[in-house]
């Protein structure tokens, strides 16, 4: 499993394989190491090799070693409330990571079926399109696939290029708060599990068949939906949460 | 591709076939089926065939087809919105299911450290989990993995029981509001995409690998935890949603 013949040392070899296996979820989130010594038999190495790949682990953010009772896979995922809107910024800084956006492509097109009966167009009308990558420690996290109807859509454009010359990140929603004239006042949201195809693969960076959280928005002005968005992120890298009071049952 | 020497007629293969590509989104949800013409040529049989198979497969509720435009697979996920509290068995009557509940396992052990963490137990403490699977026409939806502090334990696995016997769906929340004194007032939840792993593709019936919508949830009743919860939903048959209204941005 691990190459003895040279190049990396076995140490670093071990890192790799611990990486690969939290990655591919073989460790899972939460889950604990097998033991220093299992380690050291199931990858034929001496306990210093287990030990510094831990200690290398430990230092990446990968494990957390717990006094006593054994090392745990990290998780890594960052967690946004639902409760709240903050800024894509503020959500990585969370986990220490910086943000930043790249505009995957902008467009003006006749819009599909789903899109326009989402946004009450008629099916031959121009949709405004506009894909966003955007990325942790320049590892892309989340790919937004939204559109508009043309008048909001010329606004969010321009103001998503003002954001990437300035290099600001930014979600559409960063955007309506910072300069666009049109804000949303309402927000409907599903949340979905999916698996990446070979499209979101290649635009997150991951292999084929790893989990996608997708969360499909549209966001509406006094009734109107100005913008449905479908945004899919790294299922190993965010989730959503929600606290509230239960009604009372009885 | 379809088998030509007797056994099923060649319609009934082609659903089988549609259903093959839709579970395994080779198809994707709200995606186009090819033309007729090109379903002919792709597996070869005549039209009447593509278009006796397209019939079954709209009665059964896989595709839908849209007066000249084309076939679309139908969305087969139930929807359950976050703002308010509908049990398991209206759920799933939404898209026209009959809901059941088994019970997988019930059990009191030595907490682990993850759970004791949770229900802010000691890590020697005993706790009792529930595990339960729902279902919908008999398939299976969701596998519910519970733990609580035994006080709480012992009331809810006796209303599981009772409710198992008397045959009505639940889930754990669904027992709070009939049959546990100790009902919670907050509920904290985390969403997340994984993948099956081989041991949840074989409670939930999918390949290993298929996606998975994870709901963990902390239950609490007057700020002391009393279930912790891990639902893992099969990714094709569920949905979350919320609709809120966005905070005045500037």
């Known amino acids: 499993?691990?190459?003895?013949?040279?190049?990396?040392?076995?140490?670093?070899?071990?890192?790799?394989?611990?990486?690969?296996?939290?990655?591919?979820?073989?460790?899972?989130?939460?889950?604990?190491?097998?033991?220093?010594?299992?380690?050291?038999?199931?990858?034929?190495?001496?306990?210093?090799?287990?030990?510094?790949?831990?200690?290398?682990?430990?230092?990446?953010?990968?494990?957390?070693?717990?006094?006593?009772?054994?090392?745990?896979?990290?998780?890594?995922?960052?967690?946004?409330?639902?409760?709240?809107?903050?800024?894509?910024?503020?959500?990585?800084?969370?986990?220490?990571?910086?943000?930043?956006?790249?505009?995957?492509?902008?467009?003006?097109?006749?819009?599909?079926?789903?899109?326009?009966?989402?946004?009450?167009?008629?099916?031959?009308?121009?949709?405004?399109?506009?894909?966003?990558?955007?990325?942790?420690?320049?590892?892309?996290?989340v790919f937004y696939d939204s559109f508009f109807p043309t008048d909001v859509g010329a606004d969010v454009t321009a103001a998503a290029e003002r954001a990437g010359a300035a290099g600001v990140p930014f979600s559409t929603l960063d955007l309506y708060r910072d300069a666009v004239a049109t804000v949303p006042d309402r927000l409907e949201q599903a949340f979905e599990a999916i698996v990446a195809d070979r499209f979101l693969a290649g635009l997150?960076?991951?292999?084929?068949g790893r989990p996608i959280l997708r969360v499909t928005s549209v966001m509406s002005r006094e009734g109107r939906p100005i913008e449905y968005r479908r945004a899919c992120y790294r299922g190993d890298r965010y989730r959503f949460s929600l606290d509230r009071a239960l009604p009372a049952f009885h």
Request: net charge negative; with cysteine; glycine share 6%.
């Open 1 to 141: 499993m691990l190459d003895r013949a040279g190049g990396l040392p076995l140490y670093a070899q071990l890192v790799a394989t611990f990486r690969e296996r939290i990655e591919s979820a073989e460790w899972p989130a939460g889950g604990q190491l097998p033991s220093e010594r299992d380690l050291c038999s199931l990858f034929d190495v001496s306990r210093i090799t287990v030990r510094r790949a831990i200690d290398i682990a430990e230092k990446e953010g990968l494990v957390k070693r717990v006094h006593g009772v054994g090392t745990f896979v990290s998780d890594a995922r960052m967690e946004q409330a639902l409760d709240r809107v903050h800024s894509f910024e503020r959500t990585l800084a969370q986990r220490g990571l910086v943000a930043s956006t790249t505009i995957h492509a902008m467009s003006v097109s006749v819009s599909d079926l789903a899109v326009a009966s989402v946004l009450r167009l008629e099916a031959s009308e121009p949709v405004t399109n506009l894909q966003l990558i955007g990325r942790g420690d320049d590892e892309p996290i």
């Open 204 to 208: 997150l960076a991951v292999p084929e």
